[in-house]
Antibody
């Protein structure tokens, strides 16, 4: 079945780095753009970033531009989020999500498959 | 990318209907029929329940319906059931200026 599994979360000090991974299975990963979405404790969903299926186009939410980098390895069916210069406000559950279709921009589709998330805590 | 505006909470009794609004602007909700809605129970990942304003994914109850007028999209849940007690988020394509996505702040639905 279609599945996304995030990993790489943990407790990290402010200013340090962390890389999250999202392993995809059950669908042709290389044909879909992919998203990262996060949720701070007790807060709502916040869109973080999107990457096109071929990795050539990437867009970010305003609050993470310049610090978080989305990437992918289609040979490994894996999505990544490199997180640098981490701040307390980056503390959240990070979800990867798949858009429903491939013909339009990935940001124009609803997200029909979500992972269970990985928790990042930024604290000294 | 300004967040879409949703009421913080709504409530209803079993069997009743409720509507959750989601207000954006002319560059996102108002310009595209690309609004989706997500249901999230505590400790779980979000679940897509409406896409492209009015469409339901396979397996989603027809008690959930979506609509849009101008810059405001709406989610209606009819015949409320206990399991509908959850958080609901709207989401829209942010438009050609951004090419990103914007979420609403979320609405807590309490089934009384």
């Amino acid at each position: 079945q279609v599945q996304l599994v995030e990993s790489g979360g943990g407790v990290v000090q402010p200013g340090r780095s962390l890389r999250l991974s999202c392993a995809a299975s059950g669908f042709t990963f290389s044909t879909y753009g992919m998203h990262w979405v996060r949720q701070a404790p007790g807060k709502g969903l916040e869109w973080v970033a999107v990457i096109w299926n071929d990795g050539n186009r990437k867009y970010y939410g305003d609050s993470v531009k310049g610090r978080l980098t989305i990437s992918r390895d289609n040979s490994k069916n894996t999505l990544y989020l490199q997180m640098n210069s981490l701040r307390a406000e980056d503390t959240a559950v990070y979800y990867c999500a798949k858009p429903m279709g491939v013909e339009w921009f990935p940001t124009q589709y609803g997200m029909d498959v979500w992972g269970r998330g990985t928790t990042v805590t930024v604290s000294s | 990318q300004s967040a879409l505006t949703q009421p913080a909470s709504v409530s209803g009794s079993p069997g009743q209907s409720i509507t959750i609004s989601c207000t954006g602007g002319s560059s996102d909700v108002g310009s595209y029929n690309l609004v989706s809605w997500y249901q999230q129970h505590p400790g779980e990942a979000p679940k897509l329940i409406i896409y492209e304003v009015t469409k339901r994914p396979s397996g989603v109850s027809n008690r959930f319906s979506g609509s849009k007028s101008g810059d405001t999209a709406s989610l209606t849940i009819s015949g409320l059931q206990a399991e509908d007690d959850a958080d609901y988020y709207c989401c829209s394509y942010a438009g050609s200026g951004s090419l990103g996505v914007v979420f609403g702040g979320g609405t807590k639905l309490t089934v009384l």
